[in-house]
Nanobody, 120 residues
Framework: QVQLVESGGGLVQAGGSLRLSCAAS????????MGWFRQAPGKQRELVAQ???????NYADSVKGRFTISRDNAKNTVYLQMIGLKPEDTAVYYC??????????????WGQGTLVTVSS
């Protein structure tokens, strides 16, 4: 079974930091783009950050300068380092990946989500 498993969410005070991790497992040949999305209560899911296999990154304006996305291709893992957290960053964070399977087909995967709560 191919899946993404996230970890690292939790409760933090405003101004604090958290690091999210997301590991892909299963019959994976390679992973192209990986990213983090978030969904706050009553709002649509939005892109937070993306990273290509080669390391090129893209960020939502609201997190530029505070969040850093990175990946370890050998471990099929993507990270999101978050500093200077604000109450408005409170959301469920989802990992996303475009995966090429050993069978040759590709699949878009989503993690189960991890809750980040920032208190004021």
């Amino acid at each position: 079974q191919v899946q993404l498993v996230e970890s690292g969410g939790g409760l933090v005070q405003a101004g604090g930091s958290l690091r999210l991790s997301c590991a892909a497992s299963g019959s994976i040949f390679s992973i192209n783009g990986m990213g983090w999305f978030r969904q706050a209560p009553g709002k649509q899911r939005e892109l937070v950050a993306q990273i290509t296999r080669g390391g090129s990154t893209n960020y939502a304006d609201s997190v530029k300068g505070r969040f850093t996305i990175s990946r370890d291709n050998a471990k099929n893992t993507v990270y999101l380092q978050m500093i200077g957290l604000k109450p408005e960053d409170t959301a469920v964070y989802y990992c996303n990946a475009a995966v090429i399977l050993v069978s040759g087909s590709w699949r878009e995967l989503w993690g189960q989500g991890t809750l980040v709560t920032v208190s004021s």
